[in-house]
């Protein structure tokens, strides 16, 4: 399977590293062997609850996976304000799970990781990377958020799909794809 490689001039955090999959289940009696890469921190009462279960499932995909693009049907927003998080961190999140947990395989980083929302709603976009680094977007194209991770890390990315103002949710597409989005 090919996919095409197409550049794409984007306003977004590019990133790069790796790190293993976050450890998230119940605990072993046995001693878990150590990790080269460091857990994600404890959710706080400060941030949102990255550990609890995903509210609309979690996505096992490796490189080169299809159908791509990958989309899920969410409700953004909630009744929380992930400011102090990260930079543009804006726009109300529901903190007590994730709306998507994304297992992702990067295999040897040819492709970089697309991970955007679609709305008639005025959205905004957190996630929590596999080293637990916080990332939010909004307003990448129009009012639809997105962040590209240039040389995505391989483990767990909890997403949150937020909607800038305060009230009732609004129905978003959650996209995950390898390829820009066409313009």
């Not at 984007?10 to 990790?35: D, W």
Request: hydrophobic share 35%; aromatic share 8%; net charge negative.
């Amino acid at each position: 399977m090919h996919k095409p490689i197409l550049a794409a001039a984007v306003a977004v955090s590019m990133l790069a590293g790796g790190a293993a999959f976050s450890q998230k289940g119940p605990q072993q009696q046995q001693a878990a062997p150590q990790s080269r890469f460091p857990p994600k921190a404890t959710a706080g009462s400060q941030q949102p609850e990255w550990q609890a279960e995903p509210r609309y499932g979690t996505l096992n995909l490796n490189v080169g996976f299809e159908p791509d693009p990958r989309t899920v049907e969410v409700d953004a927003g909630g009744d929380r304000q992930p400011a102090g998080l990260g930079q543009d961190c804006l726009g109300f999140i529901d903190f007590s799970r994730p709306d998507v947990d994304l297992n992702y395989s990067p295999g040897q980083g040819q492709y970089p990781l697309f991970i955007s929302v679609v709305s008639q709603a005025d959205t905004t976009l957190v996630i929590n990377d596999p080293q637990g680094r916080w990332f939010c977007n909004d307003d990448l194209d129009g009012v639809n958020p997105g962040i590209v991770f240039q040389q995505p890390a391989h483990g767990n990315y909890n997403i949150w799909v937020g909607t800038l103002d305060a009230g009732p949710t609004q129905r978003a597409t959650l996209r995950i794809s390898e390829v820009p989005p066409q313009r």
